[in-house]
């Protein structure tokens, strides 16, 4: 199984980036995905997630309006828009991907792009 992530780097305030993670070794169009995000010192939080088959999506109370969620599950590929960044969005993005069935639940994670907000 793998998550990668990419898109992520140096961007002014004000400026936008979109990230991308790629899926491999499990059934994408079954997970509902998700982008956390941790920065030094915080503890990790949920920036935004999207159902499985992308119809459902829920966002942060902090981001909400300023970043989209989209998913291609023909390309195993979940992205992360967002715009009128700020240097408070500074922090490393980690993909998630999680199914629940019952009670057992399947969790993956990437290992994080860095954003890094500064003029």
């Known amino acids: 199984v793998q998550l990668v992530e990419s898109g992520g780097g140096l961007v002014q305030p004000g400026g936008s980036l979109r990230l991308s993670c790629v899926a491999s070794?499990?059934?994408?169009?079954?997970?509902?995905m998700s982008w956390y995000r941790q920065a030094p010192g915080k503890e990790r939080e949920l920036v935004a997630g999207?159902?499985?088959?992308?119809?459902?999506?829920n966002y942060a109370d902090s981001i909400k309006g300023r970043v989209t969620i989209s998913r291609e599950n023909a390309k195993n590929t979940v992205y992360l828009q967002m715009n009128s960044l700020n240097p408070e969005d500074t922090a490393v993005y980690l993909c998630?991907?999680?199914?629940?069935?019952?009670?057992?639940?399947?969790?993956?994670w990437g290992q994080g792009t860095q954003v890094t907000v500064s003029s």
């Open positions: 998630n991907a999680r199914r629940v069935i019952l009670t057992n639940t399947a969790d993956y």
């Open positions: 070794g499990f059934t994408f169009s079954s997970y509902a």
């Open positions: 999207i159902s499985d088959v992308g119809g459902i999506t």
